[in-house]
């Protein structure tokens, strides 16, 4: 079975997409919580076709979960004053204290939060940014759920978070931009740390001359395939110990077909087979989601 780390839940997304995949999705809001927590309950309980969707696996878990947590771009000047609004901050991750403390058996997890840097206007919001991911990672402690982690040109804080990083159940680190040394370290430091790889992992793809497996739908003729992050990517993907290794779609509007088509590109690059990937990838999602 192919399984999916991260997802962003989308409108669009009908049950029969993701037939035969176990998934977890994130919502960033109160109302994107109730929409996706909805979502995975008619995934969890009805058979589609004749592919049974509920039931999960034979260790009994459900087959879709929900995440949750406050998004860093939501930090940007604008949504908290510039010097870190500690009490908006506080405001906006409000709906999220509640969830928890409400139902928080129905929260796979804390996230995805972190810290991102790319832009003059993230920048300007680091100090929001930085309180926010504190109180999160306090919540995952709480509540001990995984969490959650984007981080973009903001490797650097998650060594120095390591110490508080190490007494969660576990890490996963979404569609990670970082090297594999970098990989390494973090691990070394006693992080129980996932990297997950996807999105925009597959790019330019297509089918092989001779018109089997095409890896994305519609495409004509094979291309190459273009990981997430460059040449940094696809090392720590060919590279990564089998037990860290997970993949996912984020925030693609075509998830259930783009999948497949990540699996694929992974397997060619760790030099095996799309079947004992997904062996490998559903292991590390049950023990990343603590399932």
Not at 167 to 186: D, M, N, Q, R, W
């Amino acid at each position: 079975m192919l399984t999916n780390a991260h997802v962003h839940f989308k409108e669009t997304f009908s049950a029969a997409d993701f037939c035969g995949q176990t998934v977890c999705f994130c919502a960033g809001s109160a109302e994107e919580w109730k929409r996706a927590a909805e979502f995975t309950r008619v995934l969890n309980s009805a058979d589609i076709g004749t592919c049974v969707v509920g039931g999960g696996s034979a260790s009994g878990e459900g087959r879709a979960l929900v995440s949750a947590g406050l998004h860093p771009w939501s930090l940007v000047p604008g949504s908290v004053d510039a010097t870190g609004g500690a009490a908006n901050v506080d405001a906006q991750l409000s709906w999220l204290t509640e969830l928890l403390a409400h139902n928080a058996a129905d929260v796979a997890a804390v996230g995805e939060c972190g810290i991102d840097l790319y832009t003059p206007e993230l920048k300007a919001a680091l100090p929001a940014q930085l309180h926010a991911f504190e109180k999160q990672m306090e919540l995952a402690a709480r509540y001990e759920k995984p969490l959650v982690i984007h981080c973009r040109r903001s490797i650097q804080y998650f060594f120095e978070y390591a110490p508080r990083l190490q007494k969660l159940p576990s890490v996963i680190f979404h569609a990670y931009p970082g090297t594999l040394a970098e990989c390494e370290s973090l691990l070394w430091r006693g992080i129980n740390a996932y990297f997950s790889f996807g999105g925009s992992f597959v790019q330019k793809v297509g089918s092989t001359q001779n018109g089997e497996h095409p890896e994305v739908h519609g495409a004509q003729k094979m291309q190459t395939v273009v990981i997430r992050g460059g040449k940094h990517a696809a090392e720590c993907v060919a590279q990564l110990p089998a037990d860290r290794l997970l993949l996912e779609t984020d925030a693609a509007e075509s998830a259930a077909e783009l999948l497949p088509a990540v699996f694929r590109a992974a397997a060619k690059l760790r030099g095996g087979s799309v079947s004992e990937l997904e062996a490998v990838c559903g292991e590390n999602f049950r023990r990343a989601y603590g399932l």
